[in-house]
């Protein structure tokens, strides 16, 4: 949005930009989340499925390659390998071979740690268009806390590495909290220092051990603003080197294309491309290790089915679909701020977990969004 310029997105998904919006994944052919075991050798203090060394509930070979055949079968666009951590599972490589021979792109969501030269090696062979590894901090004690396991950040830096001597696209994703934030230009320099092609900040939801977290890790107003603002700062300094982005806050695209828009036409072509960006259950779908889909990796308490009872064709139907609160939810919103939002229709109220876990309701505002949202409006002249 801010300079109309990408990389690994543009690469995987066409050239898009403000006024011609990705037309990649839709409403019922969305990209899946595939989240293929419980186990992990890390255990992050926020993961959002509870990931640990130990592991349960997981479905056999047979059936994970069942699965592959309905995603090709559905025609989704692209799968995200992810976890646990995703190469703790032994059949990712046949079920990569298989998903890609059949025309579906790829994608590894990694803690990076287990990404030795071997299989890196593997993941160029299968051809992953992207690889995302989690890097919270540049201090390795702050990151080696946050996720659970000391030497986490030095084995991470290593994966990226070996990721990358074998030229996949790779990035690093950040979750920025209020501890951590202070970090994102330090974390800008070493992605910037070591060609990575794309940084995710991921806003902090709510669910799985992050629901024991204190409130004092949200981001505050101030934090929220200095944040956005640096982004869009390093955004214009490195464009065409590393596409910046955030995710789990669709309203960052609304206070984006307020600071960056020249006028009024130029401003609502930027909240177009924000609204064509999807977000959970949006284009955007999860499978659980259980074999439970839900409307993105996040949402744990909102069910759309299950594969091992009803296929993806069935689950992602347009007549009746389930789907619809969170394709059209701000049809359904009633807190105060989301419901009275014009932009309720581009954000859909921001991040559903949120709002259900600290705002107590599946239809209450999401407490991060801290836009002053009808100064926005009368900006621009919004009708």
Same mark, same amino acid.
């Not at 004690?141 to 396991?149: I, L």
């Given at each position: ?36 075991? /419980? ?82 090696? =593997? ?66 320099? !070493? ?19 992050? =629901? ?67 977000? *959970? ?22 069910? !759309? ?19 619809? /609160? ?7 919103? =009633? ?5 009275? *939002?014009?932009?309720?229709?581009? *954000? ?8 259900? /876990? ?26």
């Amino acid at each position: 949005m801010v300079t109309n310029k990408g990389t690994v997105s543009q690469k995987i998904k066409g050239k898009f930009s403000v006024g011609n919006p990705s037309k990649f994944s839709e409403y019922y052919r969305p990209i899946v989340t595939w989240n293929l075991t /419980y186990k992990c050798n890390l255990r992050c203090i926020h993961c959002y499925i509870k990931a640990g060394p130990e592991g349960n509930h997981e479905l056999n070979g047979k059936v994970l390659f069942r699965i592959a055949e309905d995603i090709v079968k559905h025609n989704i666009p692209m799968v995200i390998m992810s976890g646990g951590e995703p190469l703790l599972r032994r059949e990712i490589y046949d079920l990569a071979r298989y998903l890609n021979s059949n025309g579906v792109k790829l994608v590894l969501s990694s803690n990076g740690t287990l990404i030795t030269k071997e299989i890196a090696e =593997k993941l160029w062979e299968l051809e992953f268009r992207y690889v995302g590894v989690s890097l919270d901090s540049v201090d390795p004690k702050w990151h080696d806390n946050f996720r659970g396991v000391s030497g986490a950040y030095e084995a991470a830096i290593k994966g990226l590495m070996n990721a990358k001597a074998y030229d996949l696209p790779v990035g690093i994703r950040f979750t920025v909290t209020s501890k951590n934030i202070s970090d994102v230009p330090r974390i800008l320099d !070493l992605a910037i220092d070591n060609e990575v092609e794309r940084l995710t900040f991921y806003h902090l939801s709510s669910s799985g051990r992050a =629901k024991d977290m204190d409130k004092s890790w949200y981001l505050n107003a101030t934090q929220y603003i200095w944040f956005i603002d640096k982004l869009i700062h390093y955004s214009r300094e490195y464009a065409g080197r590393i596409e910046i982005q955030t995710t789990l806050a669709p309203f960052d695209g609304i206070y984006v294309a307020d600071r960056v828009a020249r006028d009024k036409k130029h401003f609502w072509k930027c909240i177009e491309l924000v609204k064509a960006q999807g977000g *959970c259950g949006r284009k955007f779908i999860s499978i659980y290790p259980n074999g439970m889909v839900y409307p993105c990796q996040f949402v744990d308490f909102y069910p !759309l089915g299950n594969v091992l009872e009803t296929g993806l064709a069935d689950i992602l139907r347009i007549d009746g679909n389930k789907l619809d /609160y969170f394709i059209e939810t701000h049809k359904y919103l =009633k807190g105060p701020k989301c419901s009275n *939002c014009p932009f309720k229709f581009i *954000c859909q109220g921001g991040d559903r977990v949120r709002a259900y /876990y600290l705002g107590g309701s599946l239809y209450a505002d999401d407490p991060q969004c801290h836009l002053d949202i009808i100064k926005i409006a009368n900006r621009w002249e919004y009708e």
